[in-house]
């Protein structure tokens, strides 16, 4: 089992960058597939990137591609979301997940057992 904790949201301008973190419990975490959803008001939790260490495999959603990179350092247990570019559409809460032992990087939010409490991040223009 594995706890996640995000940190790093908050409010920037169009064009801005923020850089989210998520820092998990565990000795195992390389064994995890981690990603990011974001979910804003009135709206249902969408896919934003993950990562496979064990498939080597990274995929991010249309929306955020060239803007958002996802990275991970295994021995800190951490995964980032290095935002740049921000547009107000990317208001929304975020969420760090993850899933135990599978090579793939899965986009939908069920397939992902564990889940951090989530970050703000606001957009003003």
């Known amino acids: 089992q594995v706890q996640l904790v995000e940190s790093g949201g908050g409010l920037v301008q169009v064009g801005g960058s923020l850089r989210l973190s998520c820092a998990a419990s565990?000795?195992?975490?390389?064994?995890?597939?981690v990603g990011w959803f974001r979910q804003a008001p009135g709206k249902e939790r969408e896919f934003v990137a993950a990562?496979?260490?064990?498939?080597?495999?990274?995929n991010y959603a249309d929306s955020v591609k060239g803007r958002f990179t996802i990275s991970r350092d295994n021995a800190q247990n951490t995964v980032t979301l290095q935002m740049n570019s921000l547009k107000p559409e990317d208001t929304a809460i975020y969420y760090c997940?993850?899933?135990?032992?599978?090579?793939?990087?899965?986009?939908?939010?069920?397939?992902?057992?564990?889940w951090g409490q989530g970050t703000q991040v606001t957009v003003s223009s």
């Open positions: 990562n496979s260490w064990i498939g080597g495999n990274t």
């Open positions: 565990g000795r195992t975490f390389r064994s995890y597939t």
């Open positions: 997940a993850a899933v135990l032992l599978i090579a793939t990087v899965p986009t939908r939010a069920h397939e992902y057992h564990y």
